[in-house]
């Protein structure tokens, strides 16, 4: 019979969980990506990740924002252009992103896509 004691039945790392809350929504690893290069104009954004649509763009965008990882910057032009930029918190994000990238080299199969 399986063991159900406290030990055995420890909750998850609580900061995994909330890592994975947000890092775990599709579109948000993407986003981080192509923002840790250099501050993005949304349009540029959105061509930089085919697939994603404008609506969820933003949604993720201002989760990331609500986060502390993003920064929304607008330049009145003319013309006005909304322009993304990670904080300090989010190009922290930077050295585990590339460590999962790496994983992801050596154990998962290519999903044959872009």
């Known amino acids: ?9 420890r909750r998850v790392d609580v900061g995994i969980t909330r890592v994975f809350e947000l890092f775990g929504k599709r579109w948000t690893g993407p986003i ?9 104009h949304f349009a540029d954004l959105r061509r930089a990740i085919p697939g994603i649509s404008e609506r969820m763009l933003s949604d993720r965008l201002s989760e990331l924002g609500a986060a ?13 252009r909304v322009a993304y930029r990670l904080t300090e918190a989010g190009a922290a994000m930077g050295p585990a992103l590339k460590e999962l990238g790496k994983w992801a080299d050596t154990y ?3 999903s044959g896509g872009c």
Do not use: I, N
């Open 108 to 110: 998962l199969a290519e």
């Open 32 to 40: 981080v990506s192509v923002l840790m290069q250099q501050p993005v």
């Open 1 to 9: 019979m399986a063991d159900h004691s406290k030990q055995t039945c």
């Open 68 to 80: 502390g990882l993003v920064v929304r910057e607008v330049d009145e032009g003319p013309p006005l």
